[in-house]
């Protein structure tokens, strides 16, 4: 990854009318370099839509030469965020963050897609998303989701695909059904392989929480069998990700805040998250918090603590020598893999070769990244139904990868783009399994026991 030549902490004022611009904006060299892996502009073929156009239209904005509405919020909100152009930049332009704080900018940003909002509040909100979740989880684990998502048009329809392409791939096993914490669990065949067991939280997420809770299992039994010690950090909320990326900065900073107070007062090493989109926005609380003088050091303190569970997996079987792997008796599901980076891992984290790394160790299965595993799937958070016709023509050169049973299984290690990708195999008919790859590695290496009946 190409290091940035502007750091973090020399972000300016996000409050402020034009402080968006300045030296972030004027490191842009206009080569255009970004321009080709941008999946906007391959599509739309209009310098507007690339990064080098919005970030134009970002400087026009600021300078009061252009309104934020109009053309500033129709090309800056087509924008994916999938934060490809800032691998390629020389001059280390950090468009992530930009765009966030460009987002601010627009007026009517919040209540341009009033479900948008509605939705927002409905996911994240702790007691609201209790009710959401359990509904939605009644839909998906009774198959109305996926009847209703093969016949309503519309937005309907495509929100009932995207839930139904949460469901559990390998059920529900006994310990999380019979609710056993996970890092209780004996490990089989063995000591734990770490000199030291090291400490960690598992970030909890609202999304991963309510709808992912089979991820954050195998999360927590394949971390217990690397040697891992989870310990509890209640009072969690949402990482603010999802309103950072919708504009609403103010709301994300304080989602931020409470979410450093929880994880100062936990004594651990690591703060885990198994999901590209939570990790990022973890990693981000410094760039989101740098005109906070009182907080942006916590803010860093925090962001070096946090690891996606790829990472700390990839570094356990690399060290392992070999005695890290599946259980004698297990029943491996094998197959051929296709890896699918998320965007928020690949290009927002730099993390690259772990998943690959990790999911070559396991036996029994064949494992190769999509040709387009670094361009963005089209989920992009809700960008999926905020923009759906763009998100679909970006998602197709990936599904026509996918098609055809070349593959058995996709892995990828965050909620949107499983969903989003399962959504979009269901919709061609395509009967590719989507993962998130630590589901794949826990169900190599325990010789899990299905409750009878599921
Ligand atoms: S690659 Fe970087 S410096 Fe070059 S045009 Fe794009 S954003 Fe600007
Ligand atoms: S974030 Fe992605 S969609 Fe947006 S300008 Fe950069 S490459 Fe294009």
């Not at 197959?335 to 396991?362: E, F, I, K, T």
């Amino acid at each position: 990854m190409i290091e940035s030549a502007v750091a973090v902490g020399d972000l300016p004022d996000a409050s402020g009318a034009v402080d968006v611009t300045d030296e972030l904006l004027a490191a842009c060299v206009h080569c255009g370099f970004c321009i080709p892996v941008c999946p906007t502009w391959d599509i739309l073929r209009e310098e507007n839509d690339s990064p080098r156009g919005r970030l134009y239209l970002m400087r026009a904005e600021a300078e009061g030469r252009v309104q934020a509405d109009g053309a500033f919020s129709l090309h800056v909100g087509r924008c994916l965020g999938c934060r490809a152009c800032e691998s390629v930049c020389p001059a280390g332009v950090p468009f992530g963050h930009l765009l966030e704080r460009a987002r601010a900018r627009i007026p009517q940003r919040p209540v341009a897609h009033w479900w948008e909002r509605w939705m927002l509040e409905a996911l994240t909100t702790p007691r609201r998303a209790r009710v959401t979740y359990a509904v939605a989880r009644f839909l998906r684990n009774s198959g109305v989701a996926d009847i209703l998502g093969r016949l309503l048009p519309g937005t309907a329809g495509r929100a009932l695909r995207l839930l139904s392409a949460s469901r559990p791939t390998f059920g529900t096993t006994r310990a999380a059904a019979v609710g056993i914490p996970a890092t209780r669990l004996e490990v089989q065949d063995g000591e734990a392989l770490m000199a030291e067991t090291q400490a960690y939280v598992l970030l909890s997420g609202c999304v991963m929480e309510g709808l992912f809770g089979h991820v954050h299992d195998a999360t927590r039994r394949t971390l217990a069998r690397a040697g891992y010690r989870e310990v509890e950090a209640p009072g969690q909320v949402c990482c603010g990700a999802l309103h950072a990326h919708a504009g609403l900065l103010e709301e994300a900073r304080e989602q931020a805040r409470h979410n450093i107070r929880v994880f100062e007062s936990v004594d651990c090493e690591w703060i885990v998250t198994d999901s590209a989109g939570c990790g990022a926005g973890l990693k981000d609380y410094p760039a989101w918090l740098t005109d906070d003088p009182d907080w942006r050091d916590r803010a860093e303190a925090l962001a070096a603590r946090v690891k996606d569970v790829t990472e700390i997996l990839a570094d356990a079987v690399t060290n392992s020598d070999g005695t890290l792997g599946s259980s004698p008796g297990a029943e491996l599901p094998g197959g051929r893999v296709g890896y699918d980076a998320p965007c928020h891992l690949h290009h927002a984290q730099g993390v690259r070769d772990d998943p690959l790394v990790l999911l070559r160790s396991l036996p029994g299965f064949e494992v190769e990244a999509l040709p387009s595993s670094d361009r963005c799937c089209g989920g992009a958070g809700m960008y999926n139904l905020v923009q759906p016709d763009l998100a679909a023509l970006v998602l197709a050169p990936k599904l026509g990868e996918i098609e055809h049973g070349r593959y058995d299984w996709i892995a990828t290690g965050n909620p949107g783009c499983i969903m989003y990708l399962g959504a979009g195999l269901m919709r061609v008919g395509d009967r590719t399994l989507v993962v998130h790859p630590v589901e794949l590695v826990d169900h190599a290496w325990n010789d899990q026991q299905e409750e009878p009946g599921e």
